[in-house]
């Protein structure tokens, strides 16, 4: 009984939490929960960014179909080891966990397997950490076999290492003689069963992508544009403008998970442009790894328009993130447009009524000239919203992809 018994309730516990390849697509729960945010100040870091990085984290926590009530800092020089935060500012959350009646607490940072147990044993309440929000957001929002699969593939790869110390009932029965064995075990099928489904999933992945790369071939020697940026910085929205189709684009996090492809024309050249997913600062590795496959578009692209989020406080944060997944993806060195999207927010954040017209065009020429020493580029400043200078850039991208036509295009 006790080991049937246990048995089953492990296995309750880790569907309710991953299903084993079954995520729900609604994301983390029905209806709106109450969350509160909890981070940690390092020592290399200051209150200000830590706050920037906790609202991109109340972002996502919006995406995902949470409301934030609280958030709770505290300095450290490094995580604890058992609890991440210090165990009296652990029993302060707690209180208010209980007072509040909150849904959940979600961690800037990954928490292991152990961490996770404890905190949840001190709460009372679900623990999620940045990198399973973001698994989570992508299962809401994965449609197609391939970005299902990719996310599933992630998941499982998450869950696997954390295994062990979310195991909690043989934690309570460790002191008991005889069931160790049967539970180390019982820890060791279930990671067989996970590993089965992480090969079962490459398996289907590298079929699926045996098959774009044959639709990537029947494309012809068509040039081919990429749309990349930081999560939320418009690219969807420029794919919609360039392309006059109807690309899924809202105010939120990761609208975008599959690779969208459109043939474009301008001045009757043809070329192929693609919008992909968005980039973000502490993006899961097994997340990364898993959507490469996606990111193909990417590396076979002849151009990259890099879209950047102007308005945002940490757009060259955004910048650096990109850049290093581009570095990581081997594709830094392509032909790239570096576009400052979001111009009319970007006036209405910084700009007040008493700076005449004259005045905001020299902060915006010498904010250019700025930016183009500082990443060695020619860059554009443009508003997909409004269409500003829209005309400026479908005009530098032709003349690029003419470029890398080379001649050989016969124009028709």
Not at 373 to 389: D, H, I, L, N, W
């Amino acid at each position: 009984m006790g080991k049937k018994g246990s048995r089953k309730n492990h296995k309750v516990q880790v569907e309710n939490t991953w299903n084993l390849g079954e995520k729900a697509k609604t994301g983390l729960q029905r209806g709106i929960e109450k969350a509160v945010l909890v981070a940690i100040i390092r020592q290399n870091q200051d209150e200000e960014q830590v706050t920037e990085y906790l609202d991109e984290l109340a972002f996502l926590a919006e995406t995902a179909g949470a409301k934030t009530i609280k958030r709770v800092v505290q300095k450290l020089q490094h995580p604890n080891q058992q609890t991440f935060i210090g165990k009296g500012k652990l029993e302060e959350l707690a209180l208010f966990v209980e007072e509040n009646k909150i849904d959940l607490v979600i961690f800037d940072d990954d928490l292991t397997g152990k961490q996770t147990n404890n905190i949840e044993e001190s709460l009372k309440c679900k623990i999620v950490d940045r990198s399973s929000l973001i698994l989570d957001i992508f299962a809401s929002r994965a449609r197609t076999a391939q970005a299902k699969t990719q996310v599933e593939l992630a998941q499982m790869q998450y869950l696997l290492p954390r295994l062990r110390g979310l195991w909690t009932h043989l934690e309570r029965q460790r002191g008991g003689i005889g069931m160790r064995g049967p539970g180390e075990k019982e820890i060791e099928t279930d990671r067989r069963i996970i590993r089965d489904k992480i090969s079962v999933l490459k398996e289907k992945l590298d079929k699926i992508d045996r098959q774009n790369k044959t639709q990537r071939k029947n494309r012809g020697g068509m040039v081919r544009a990429s749309f990349v940026g930081y999560t939320n910085v418009g690219k969807s929205t420029l794919m919609n403008l360039m392309s006059k189709s109807q690309v899924f684009a809202e105010n939120k996090l990761f609208a975008t998970l599959d690779t969208t492809v459109r043939k474009v024309v301008l001045e009757a050249m043809p070329f192929l442009l693609s919008d992909t997913v968005g980039f973000i600062r502490k993006l899961p590795h097994h997340l990364v790894e898993s959507f490469k496959s996606t990111l193909d578009e990417v590396r076979e692209s002849d151009i990259l328009i890099h879209v950047v989020d102007i308005a945002h406080p940490c757009y060259k944060d955004h910048i650096t993130t990109v850049l290093k997944t581009l570095l990581d993806l081997k594709v830094e060195d392509k032909p790239t447009i570096l576009v400052f999207n979001k111009m009319d927010l970007f006036r209405k954040n910084y700009f007040d009524d008493f700076i005449g017209e004259e005045t905001k065009l020299e902060i915006e020429e010498e904010l250019k000239i700025s930016l183009q020493k500082q990443y060695e580029q020619e860059v554009m400043f443009v508003s997909a919203t409004t269409g500003e200078s829209i005309d400026e850039f479908k005009t530098k991208l032709h003349a690029m992809v003419e470029a890398k036509y080379g001649g050989k295009f016969t124009y028709y």
